[in-house]
């Protein structure tokens, strides 16, 4: 494919193949590990990809009224913890002269949400109330239906359409005609009475009978927890002032605490001799006798984060509450930090404000209040900036520095909750000072699940095989003994 189709392709896709084995494994799952359909659902895809300059496609690329629409959007996560991607039928219109443009939306957000959140599947949402035959756009819907089925291979988890007119049965049926069987399965039909079967009410709009007061509006995006691409330069819409006057209340009382733990820290430091970076890191991670890897660790120019992507609570059940995530300074100046979460009034975290010393690490406590239980869909966004040695580190002083520090000097970091449900959760959890090893997320479950299942389809097409043969063996057997029958009374009579 390369030989002969080379300009066709981007040279930071084909990069990309080479190098991400994620990339791949997600195309060969996606055509049940058959290698030559898996090779043309990437030719495609590829040729596609550039067709539509994917790669380079940026807010500034597109017009404006597009994200002023509000057709289109990310906002919220379904009961599995998977990002819903909404689609707003209503404000859509058809205009051929504005199609390639609508598409070239769909192109960009999708393609950002898997970058930044490593091609974690999405939920598609098609709110179709207040919509009727004028919205019907089935050359845009099929688009859509391909960016999922040859474009972005095992990105897709289900489609929930919500109260579909009856007018546009007859459409759907073609829809359906559009997609493969295993896409098919992903439908999801519902209502205001059942779509709280896929989707919890705080992530629903009123008028599909959930709670979420959450309106789209650009710019900015309020979805805070989604790094969301229309703020290239550090996207963030919750500043110091909607803190709560409990959190500084708790941040101002903690101060003594968090010096004299940044005190114990400097001494550590300083009894032990000089190594690298990196080595610094993993003095940072406890390792338990017991354990039986190191934590995981997100390496940032500034910070170095553990642990890397997710926070493991326990469950009702095992009453793990606390969690602990540990901030080293790679840098040679102080850096200011500060901790938000998506579910405020469920965690406490302290210290959320406050700033670290160069060379030094920092421990943040993470606990659930209140009987609140921990949640798939809960974020926490932790941002970093540097700060001059002349700078103090108090309250004030650092309420004025990310009042005025430039968004594009600000690194961020992403963290996923998860839940364990065992009696001994494998995960990171702060209790009595013990640490455990992570446990498989949801998606590598479903990755092996599906293997598993393409192994048990293998299986039994064998099985059926083995019992053609045999079938075809026993008529073989019998025709062979009759005619050998046949021979010897032929035999018999001429002898006679």
């Known amino acids: 494919y390369l030989l002969d189709k080379s300009d066709k392709y981007d040279a930071r896709d084909v990069e990309r193949l080479q190098q991400d084995d994620k990339w791949v494994e997600n195309y060969l799952i996606w055509r049940h590990d058959v290698v030559d359909d898996t090779l043309k659902m990437i030719d495609e895809s590829f040729q596609w990809r550039k067709d539509y300059t994917v790669n380079d496609l940026t807010e500034s690329a597109l017009p404006k009224w597009l994200f002023e629409n509000g057709s289109l959007f990310l906002h919220g996560y379904d009961k599995e913890g998977y990002k819903l991607f909404w689609f707003r039928v209503k404000h859509h219109t058809r205009d051929p002269k504005q ?11 999708l393609e950002h949400y898997a970058k930044r959140d490593h091609g974690k599947p999405l939920t598609v949402v098609f709110d179709m109330s207040e919509t009727g035959i004028s919205h019907i756009d089935l050359d845009f819907v099929r688009f859509i239906v391909s960016c999922f ?7 897709l988890t289900k489609i929930v359409i919500f109260e579909m007119p009856w007018i546009m049965n007859a459409a759907f049926k073609i829809v359906k005609g559009w997609l493969g069987p295993d896409a098919i399965s992903m439908l999801k039909f519902t209502n205001k009475s059942d779509v ?6 705080e992530y629903l709009p009123p008028h599909m009978g959930g709670t979420d007061s959450f309106k789209y509006s650009y710019p900015p995006l309020v979805d805070d927890d989604f790094q969301t691409p229309l703020c290239e330069n550090g996207p963030i819409t919750s500043e110091d002032e909607h803190e709560s006057k409990e959190e500084i209340d708790a941040d101002t009382k903690e101060t003594g605490e968090l010096n004299e733990e940044q005190n114990l820290n400097q001494k550590k430091m300083n009894s032990i001799e000089q190594i690298s ?3 610094e890191t993993d003095k940072t991670e406890i390792k338990p006798k017991n ?3 190191a934590l995981t660790t997100f390496k940032g120019p500034l910070l170095h984060i553990s642990p890397a992507e997710e926070l493991y609570f326990g469950s009702k059940e095992t009453g793990e509450k606390k969690c602990l995530i540990v901030l080293t300074n790679v840098t040679k100046n102080i850096v200011a930090f500060k901790v938000r979460t998506t579910a405020p009034e469920k965690y406490r975290v302290k210290p959320s404000n406050s700033s670290c010393e160069p060379g030094t690490s920092l421990d943040i406590i993470v606990s659930l209040h209140g009987g609140f239980a921990a949640s798939l869909q809960d974020r926490f966004l932790i941002m970093a900036a540097e700060m001059d040695q002349s700078s103090g580190a108090g309250v004030p002083e650092l309420t004025q520095f990310w009042k005025e520090v430039p968004r594009t000097k600000v690194m961020e970091h992403r963290l996923r909750c998860h839940v364990v449900e065992s009696s001994k959760p494998s995960s990171l959890t702060l209790k009595e000072n013990t640490f455990n090893i992570p446990a498989k997320n949801n998606e590598d479950l479903h990755i092996q699940l599906t293997r598993l299942l393409q192994i048990n389809k293998r299986l ?3 099985i059926e095989r083995c019992l053609w043969f045999q079938q075809l063996s026993v008529v073989i057997s019998l025709l062979s003994v009759t005619v050998v029958a046949f021979c010897f009374y032929l035999a018999y009579t001429q002898r006679s």
């Open 149 to 155: 089925t040859d474009y972005y291979p095992n990105f």
């Open 99 to 109: 199609q390639l443009e609508k598409k070239k939306l769909v192109a960009f957000w």
């Open 460 to 462: 039994q097409e064998q």
């Open 196 to 201: 709280q079967e896929y989707i919890s009410g």
């Open 291 to 293: 354990a039986k890897k």
């Open 277 to 279: 970076k990196s080595e």
